[in-house]
């Protein structure tokens, strides 16, 4: 029986059945979709955590406004690459409204208390001069008009930023339920509860410990986001759990 050596050429031109052609790419997609997806969950783990912590440090005087700063810019970033990571974009979106609400409710409470504070200064000299020229002797009701007019300044500016602490909170709290949807990370959960209740419990001053217990809630929750994407189960009508 005479052998013939199957050439080179030959072995390596032969045709490769369609199957094994496509599992090397598909094997190749899983191997590189793995090695994106863990730095990106694992930078948010850490970016979210410190963020967090910095955020906690506010309390300190003086680099208050700072840490402030330093500690909602990680926590964006950590939230972006979470939503980016997840597909959903709603997770973002809420955390960004939530940031835009506190923000311009701060602002409106200082307009509204610089505008009426204005108006008050203003009425306040009208009357001092007024007074002056006929001796200036104010009666009981006068001072009480004054007090009443700034407690006014004080009441909307607390009620602007309660209202708005509240508002903010809604859309922060549906931020962190859709992370703890698709992380299974039921502090995220937690935390979002805890600050609308603090929001709205703000006013009797209580509010300001239950908001600090949830943000220590966010600390850990940030640091024990697992570093790859859960697998989401499907439900009925083959809706993702």
């Known amino acids: 029986m005479c052998w013939r050596q199957t050439p080179l050429r030959d072995t390596l031109h032969r045709p490769r059945p369609a199957c094994q052609i496509?599992?090397?790419p598909q094997y190749?997609?899983?191997?590189?979709?793995?090695?994106q997806r863990l730095p990106s969950l694992r930078d948010a783990k850490y970016l979210g955590g410190i963020g967090s912590v910095l955020l906690l440090l506010t309390l300190i005087p003086d680099f208050g406004v700072v840490f402030l700063i330093a500690g909602l810019?990680?926590?964006g970033v950590a939230i972006k690459k979470i939503s980016d990571e997840t597909g959903e974009r709603p997770i973002l979106n809420n955390f960004l409204l939530a940031i835009l609400i506190s923000v311009l409710g701060g602002a409106a409470a200082v307009v509204a208390a610089v505008a009426l504070g204005v108006v008050s200064l203003?009425?306040?000299f009208a009357f001092l001069a007024?007074?002056?020229l006929e001796n200036f002797?104010?009666?009981?009701?006068?001072v009480l008009n004054w007090a009443l007019?700034?407690?006014?300044?004080?009441?909307?500016?607390?009620?602007i930023v309660?209202?708005?602490?509240?508002v903010s909170s809604i859309f922060l709290r549906r931020s962190y339920n859709l992370i703890t949807k698709r992380l299974n990370v039921d502090l995220f959960k937690t935390a979002g509860l805890l600050y609308l209740v603090g929001a709205a419990l703000i006013i009797i001053l209580i509010g300001f410990i239950i908001i600090l217990v949830a943000l220590i809630l966010q600390v850990i929750a940030f640091f024990t986001i697992p570093e790859e994407l859960p697998e989401q189960k499907a439900g009925a009508g083959g809706q993702l759990l």
């Open 130 to 132: 007024e007074e002056v």
């Open 137 to 142: 002797s104010p009666t009981s009701q006068e």
């Open 28 to 35: 190749l997609l899983t191997r590189v979709s793995v090695r």
């Open 73 to 75: 810019i990680l926590v």
């Open 149 to 159: 007019q700034f407690l006014t300044i004080i009441l909307v500016s607390i009620a």
């Open 122 to 124: 203003l009425n306040f």
């Open 22 to 24: 496509l599992e090397a």
């Open 162 to 166: 309660w209202v708005s602490a509240i």
